[in-house]
C-alpha cells in the first residue's frame, strides 16, 4: 500500500517519498550527468549536492547552457517571516550562498510579510519584528552584500504590485483552489498571494530592460507556487526560472514532516537562537532514535541510522566529510556508537555552529540597511 503524506507550501505532513514527488510534482532528478555538468563550473560539489539533499531540479540544464553561452543567471529565495529560524530554514540558505560564491551571481531574497500575515493569526506588528529578526539570520550566514538584495512585500509594493497584477490576471481561482486545496472560505488576500511570489524571478529583467535567467533554490514545499506561475512568464515575456529542489531537515520528533517553529512546535525544532544548555536539552530530550531500548540490545543489534534524527542532521548540515559520516553510519548501525553517543556528536556540532552564527547575528543588526534594495 502507498504511504500517504501530503506537501503544499502550507502543510507538509507524513513520511514523503520523494521519489514518488518528483512524478507527482512533475520535476527532473539531479542525476551523475547533471552532477558532473555542475562541478565543471563549480570545481566541487557542496555535500547537500553529493548526498542529495539537493535532489529534483526544473531547467537546470537550459540554465547551464545560457551560463556557458555568457548568460549569466542570478539567485532568487525568500522568507516567510512568521516565527524564529530553525536549522531547517538555514539548510537551503547555506546552499544558496555557495551558489552565490561558486557562480559569483546576484541573489534576491523576498520577505514576504504580507503572506504571513494573511496565512497566520499574527497580527501586522508581529510579522515586522519577525522580518527583521529573520533578516539578521540571512545576513550571518555570510552573504555577499554587494551581490545580495532584500525585497520586503509590503515596503518594496511599488516595484512588486505592478508586476503581481500581471501574473494575478493569468491565475484563476480554480488553479489556486487545486493547487494549495483552497476552499471557499480562504480569505481573498491568501487566493492572490501566489502572484507575489512569483514577481522577483522577473524583477532584474525589469530593472535591466533584458531577460536575465534566475534560478531558485527551495525546499520542494515551496514548489507549488512556481508549478501555478511558471507557465505565465513566457506569456509576459521573460524566461521561466529554474529551480533547484531540496528534501526536507526533519523535525526533532522523526522523519516525518518538517522541521517547523509556528505555534508551539519549538521542541521539534532547533532555532539559531538557541542557547548551548537549549540545544543539549533539545536533542538528549526530544531527538528520535533509531537505537535500541537498552545498551546491552543496542551492541547486539545496533541502531537504524536511516531514521536516526541525529544521524539525518548531521547528514544534512554538520558533517562535512564524507569519511567521518560513513564511519558514524556504520558504528552506529553495528551497535559500536551509542545514542548517546552520537548525540554528543551532533550537539557539540550544533553549538560550535551556533555559537560563531549568534556573533555574526549580533553584527547583523548594524549590516541592514546595506542588504535593502533601494531603486
Ligand atoms: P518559509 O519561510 O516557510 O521557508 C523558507 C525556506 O526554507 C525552506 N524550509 C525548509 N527546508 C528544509 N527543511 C525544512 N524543515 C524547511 N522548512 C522550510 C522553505 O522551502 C523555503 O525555501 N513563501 C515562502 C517564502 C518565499 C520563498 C520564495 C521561498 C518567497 N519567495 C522563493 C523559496 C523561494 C515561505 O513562506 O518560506
Redesign the pocket.
Known amino acids: 500500500m502507498k504511504k500517504e503524506f501530503k506537501v503544499t507550501?502550507y502543510e507538509v505532513e507524513g513520511q514523503v517519498d520523494y521519489e514518488r514527488l518528483i512524478k507527482e510534482f512533475g520535476v527532473s532528478e539531479i542525476d551523475n550527468r547533471l552532477l558532473e555538468r555542475i562541478k565543471k563550473h563549480t570545481k566541487e560539489l557542496h555535500p547537500m549536492l553529493r548526498r542529495g539533499v539537493f535532489f529534483a531540479h526544473r531547467d537546470l540544464n537550459w540554465l547551464l547552457d545560457e551560463y556557458e553561452k555568457g548568460n549569466k543567471f542570478f539567485l532568487?529565495?525568500?522568507?516567510?517571516p512568521s516565527g524564529p529560524i530553525h536549522l531547517?530554514?538555514l539548510?537551503?540558505w547555506i546552499f544558496t550562498k555557495w551558489l552565490q560564491d561558486k557562480f559569483g551571481v546576484d541573489l534576491w531574497f523576498?520577505f514576504?510579510d504580507d503572506?504571513k500575515f494573511l496565512f497566520k493569526e499574527s497580527s501586522f506588528d508581529e510579522i515586522q519584528k519577525w522580518t527583521y529578526e529573520n533578516m539578521l539570520d540571512i545576513i550571518a550566514l555570510g552573504f555577499n552584500p554587494k551581490k545580495t538584495f532584500f525585497l520586503v512585500d509590503t515596503k518594496h509594493a511599488n516595484l512588486l504590485y505592478p508586476q503581481a497584477i500581471k501574473f494575478a490576471k493569468k491565475i484563476t481561482l480554480s488553479t489556486v483552489k487545486a493547487a494549495f486545496g483552497f476552499t471557499d472560505s480562504n480569505n481573498i488576500g491568501q487566493v492572490f498571494y501566489t502572484s507575489m511570489?512569483a514577481v522577483?524571478a522577473i524583477i532584474p529583467s525589469v530593472l535591466n530592460k533584458k531577460n536575465i535567467p534566475c534560478l531558485?533554490p527551495?525546499?520542494i514545499?515551496?514548489d507549488p507556487h512556481f508549478r501555478v506561475a511558471r507557465d505565465i512568464y513566457p506569456k509576459l515575456g521573460f524566461y521561466k526560472p529554474s529551480i533547484i529542489h531540496?528534501i526536507?531537515?526533519p523535525p526533532l520528533s522523526g522523519i516525518s514532516g518538517?522541521?517547523?517553529s509556528s505555534g508551539n512546535k519549538n521542541n521539534n525544532a532547533i532555532l539559531t537562537t538557541d542557547s548551548a544548555k537549549e540545544v543539549e536539552a533539545k536533542i538528549n530530550k526530544y531527538a528520535f532514535s533509531g537505537g535500541q531500548p537498552t545498551i546491552e540490545e543496542h551492541r547486539k543489534k545496533g541502531g537504524n541510522p536511516d531514521i536516526d534524527v541525529s544521524y539525518q542532521y548531521l547528514k544534512i548540515l554538520f558533517e562535512p566529510d564524507d569519511k567521518k559520516l560513513q564511519e558514524i553510519y556504520e558504528d552506529y548501525k553495528s551497535g559500536k556508537m551509542l545514542t548517546s553517543e552520537l548525540k554528543s556528536i551532533l550537539i557539540e556540532k550544533i553549538n560550535a555552529f551556533l555559537k560563531e552564527h549568534q556573533k555574526k547575528r549580533e553584527q547583523a543588526k548594524s549590516q541592514i540597511s546595506k542588504f535593502l534594495f533601494k531603486e
Open positions: 507550501p532568487y529565495t525568500g522568507r516567510g531547517g530554514h539548510g537551503t523576498q514576504t503572506e511570489q522577483p531558485i527551495l525546499a514545499d515551496q531540496g526536507f531537515v518538517k522541521m517547523d
